[in-house]
């Protein structure tokens, strides 16, 4: 993998382990820039298709999902939710999940997928991906030492 996309992929890593709540299966993402970037990043490994998106859109405000979706494969609904803080979500925020392979697209209706159709899989396989990156690192470390000696 060429160290541009290795990078793209220690960030998206990063980000899915700062924001990704426990007990849920999905990231949670604040603004645009930053869902294209994660999905830009990952996209040498997971499909477009493998994601949903759930916008749940700022209250009092007309929820776009064009806006936070410019890719054609990927799926998304509107949450019948709304978020208040202005500040924090001035876009709304969108729940990003990771969809098993057989799992039902869901593009309507307004529930998001239950466990059984989304998985934690990617966040196991990122977290494999650090380890080893943190490894080869501690690695050539010890290895530079020894050869100082």
């Known amino acids: 993998m060429p ?3 290795a990078a793209e992929i220690r960030w998206a890593a990063n980000y899915l382990f700062e924001n990704k709540q426990h007990g849920h299966n999905y990231v949670n993402f604040r603004s645009t820039d930053e869902l294209e970037r994660y999905l830009i990043a ?3 490994i997971v499909g477009m298709a493998r994601w949903l998106i759930e916008l749940v ?3 009092g405000m007309l929820p ?3 806006r936070w979706i410019e890719s054609e494969g990927v799926n998304g609904f509107i949450s019948a939710k709304t978020v208040r803080d202005r500040f924090k979500f001035p876009d709304g925020q969108v ?4 969809l098993k392979l057989d799992a039902i697209k869901i593009t309507k209706g307004g529930i998001p997928p239950d466990s059984s159709q989304s998985s934690n899989a990617l966040q196991y396989l990122l977290h494999l991906y650090a380890i080893n990156k943190k490894a080869k690192i ?3 470390r010890c290895n530079s030492a020894s050869q100082a000696f």
């Open 3 to 5: 160290e541009d996309k």
């Open 42 to 44: 990952l996209s040498p």
């Open 138 to 140: 501690i690695e050539a």
């Open 95 to 98: 729940k990003l999940y990771f």
């Open 57 to 59: 859109p700022l209250e």
């Open 64 to 66: 776009v999902l064009s």
